[in-house]
C-alpha cells in the first residue's frame, strides 16, 4: 500500500520516507511508485505540494482500491505522527487552545540545566 501524506505545514520530520517538494519531484517519484505497485511494496510519501497531491490522487484511479491511502497531517496529526499512538478525538484542530498546544509540542524543545551557564555550551567549531 503506498500511503500518501499531504503536509503542506510540513509538520512532521519524515525519516526513511519519500518528500515531495517540488513539482520537478514527481517524474522520479512516479517511476518509483510503479516499481512498488508493481513488486507489492509498502511505502509512505510526504507531500508538500498541492499540484503534486492531485497528481498522485489522479494516478490512484488508475489502481484498485486501498492500492493508495491518502491523509492529511494537520497539528493533530503530526502529534500522532510524532508519538507513534492515537491522539483523543475530544483534542481537535478547531480548538485554537488545542491547536496551539500541538503546534508547541510539535516544536523542538532544548532546555538548559539550572546548574549550566551559557558559557558552558560551544557554539561554532573549535
Known sequence: MIRILSDFNQLIS???QIVLDRVS???G???HIL???QNQQDQIIVVHHL???QWLKNMATRY??????????DARGALAHRW?????AS?????????????????PKVEMSPNCQSRDVPFGKG
Do not use: H, K
Open 25 to 27: 519531484d514527481y517524474p
Open 14 to 16: 519524515p525519516a526513511n
Open 35 to 37: 516499481w512498488l505497485l
Open 29 to 31: 517519484a512516479y517511476q
Open 51 to 53: 499540484t503534486i497531491l
Open 64 to 73: 484498485p482500491q486501498g492500492s493508495f491511502v491518502f491523509e492529511t497531517i
Open 91 to 107: 483534542v481537535t484542530n478547531e480548538n485554537p487552545q488545542n491547536r496551539a498546544a500541538c503546534r508547541r509540542l510539535c516544536q
Open 84 to 88: 507513534g499512538m492515537e491522539i483523543l
